[in-house]
């Protein structure tokens, strides 16, 4: 049985052309989700279809950096994969765990994914250093005003009732304080 796997990174993402591609080769069940695919953590569908994959089964994806973009997650999931004699398949790569040559391809590819991985996150760092030299990248907004905790305190309210009234963290309430 061929199942299908969808993933985009954010929720204004579209998983159409992905599930139109993972239809259109056999698969008979796509599971979908939006979530980043730097780590497998929070990624509930493809748990849940790891989980019912059973031998002779083939999951499919569009590409492989839609699995994982770490060499380490990729490597786990593929040894996941034959231990239940399970192949992994890419519509848009030459990549079929059935062969080595198809084993081999998807090794290289999982390592050049995690080093763009890296490269983008090198150069959004360098962005954010720039922005920051130049006065424009301040950080997030802030959110709690410290006069308005440090009022509440001084009426007599203790880091817990503060907390819940304003409904920030007890460690907002300190750094507000402090």
Known sequence: MLYGYARVS????????QTQALTAAGCDIV??????????KGREELKLLLTFLREGDCLVVTRIDRLARSVCDLALIVRDLEAKSV??????????????AGRAF?????????????????RQMEGIASAKKKGVYKGRKKTI????????????LGITEI?????????????AIS
């Open 10 to 17: 954010s929720v204004d993402q579209d998983l159409a052309i």
């Open 31 to 40: 599971r979908s989700e939006k979530v980043s695919g730097t780590s497998t």
């Open 87 to 100: 192949t992994l398949r890419a519509t848009e790569q030459p990549i079929d765990t059935g062969s080595p």
């Open 106 to 122: 998807l090794q290289m590819l999982g390592v050049f994914s995690e080093f763009e991985t890296a490269i983008r996150r090198e």
């Open 145 to 156: 005003k410290p006069e308005e905790v440090q009022a509440l305190k001084a009426e007599g």
């Open 163 to 175: 907390a819940n009234q304003l409904k920030i963290s007890r460690q907002s309430v300190y750094r």
